[in-house]
Structure formats: C-alpha cells, structure tokens
C-alpha cells in the first residue's frame, strides 16, 4: 500500500474516434467535429481529454492495430491544435498504439482497460518514456468480459486484483499509477453498485483514483431511460464517488462534472 497522499479532483472528458461508442453524442470523426468538440471540452473546464479509437463497450467489434493507430493519431493531432497545454489520456490497451503516441508527443497518460494484462510490452513501453498509466480492473476482452463475472466478494477482490497489478507494474519501471476499479466491465449491474458503495477500499491503497461511470447502463436500465437521459444520474452517482474517494471523473459532460466538482470541494471546505 502506498501512503496516504492527496491528489487533485479532475476532469476528464471522453473523445471517442470510433464510430461505434454506445453513447452517440460522444462519437467525433470528421475534423471538425473533432475540433468542436475539443473546444467544447476546454471551454467547459476538462482537465484531461482522453482519446479512444477502439469501443471497449461490452461486444464491441475489434479493430485492427493500424486502424486504432490512425483514428488515435487524428484525434491527439486536432486536441494538440486546439489546446496545446492539455494533458491528454489514450484510451487504448495496445503498446503499439501507446508508442506511437509516445514517440511524438508528451504530457501523455496511457489508460488501460486490461491493467497492462492485455499486451506484455504495455508495461516497458510506459516505464521508458516515464508517462502515468490508469490501471483498470477487468477480465476477459470486450467480447468476453460480461461472461466472466462471478466474485465472492466484488470489492475485495477488485482491490486485491488492482494492489497486486500495481506491484507488479512498479517492479516494472511504472513509476505514476493511476486505479481504475473498473465499473461495468466484467461486473454485473448490483455488482457494479457494491463496488461504488464500497470505493473507500479501493482508494486506501493510497493511488490516484479515477472512475468511469458516465450514462453506462448499470445506470439508465434500472430507470428504465435511455443513455441520452441519464445526465442528471450520472451526476448523482459522481458526488457519491468523489465522497468516497474518486478523484479523476472521466465523463461524457464535462461542465456538470466541472460543477460538480466545484460544489463538492466548497461543500468539504466547511
């Protein structure tokens, strides 16, 4: 465990390059949709813009590496022009698609879906060019990861799962973590509730903790509405994470994440 450390409450807002995220509105392919919607996040407080070009939604289809690579690139190349100062996250669990990042541009962090499992070479590719990782909690790939969701204790074992993926990176030369306990993926909708409930544990490990909850559907299928609808409970769900813990919100909408934060860190300096 590492000791107790405070970390900053940021936001970081979604970029997807991929014509297939399971929330429409997030989608941007042309450039200037791309530019739009970087300006967008800039002007409504984004920390961290953090760029996908697979869909790492449960059943998504594959994409071959070049493809990631290409959709990647467009995406950090238009968020470069448009904000040169912002801290940009790459979605993406392949080191090729990292190193390519990697090897032209910097104030880079690599988010992993697979924790470095994913692809051996993720782990000695972060620590060489000394960049954070986000370590996520999750089994299987998209394809598979819904079938893999048994756990005698879903909190525990994702806290005992992510310490261990944490040592091991560190041995690694992975020098800045960032944990992840990975809600909705490989986790069942009351499972993925327990995990929020009990996030205290998670985040004495003493790591920076990020969560991505926004309009997933562990949210909107109990209310019965649609991800388009499910703004005001994600937001909800954001204020419980951050009081037990969460310090990075990586979301759809970035100005009620901004607000919420705001409010929440007014609320705690009484």
Partial sequence: MKSARTYPHRVMSILNVTPDSFYAASRANHLTELRGAVERMVAEGADIIDIGGYSTRPGADDVAVQEEIGRVLRGVEVARECAPQMTLSI???????????????????????????????????????DVPMVVMHSR?????????????????????????????????????????????FAKEVEQNYE????????????????????????????????????????????????ERGAHILRVHDTLAARQTITLFEKLNKL
Wanted: hydrophobic share 40%; aromatic share 6%.
């Fill in 195 to 242: 995990l929020l409930g009990g996030l205290e544990r998670i985040a004495s490990l003493g790591y920076e903790l990020l969560v991505g909850i926004s309009r997933k559907s562990f949210i909107y299928r109990p209310l019965g509405i649609t991800p388009e609808e499910a703004l005001e409970a994600t937001t909800a769900l954001h204020w419980a994470s951050l």
């Fill in 140 to 184: 299987g790939t998209p394809q598979t990861m819904q079938s893999l969701t048994h756990y005698d204790n879903v909190v525990e074992q994702v806290r005992e799962e992510l310490a261990k993926r944490a040592d091991w990176l560190a041995e690694q030369g992975v020098t800045k973590i960032i944990l992840d306990p990975g809600i909705g």
């Fill in 91 to 129: 979605d993406t669990f392949r080191s090729e698609v990292a190193e390519a990042v990697l090897s032209r541009y910097d104030n880079i962090i690599i988010n992993d879906i697979t924790g470095g499992l994913g692809d051996e070479r993720m782990a000695s590719v972060v620590a060489a060019h």
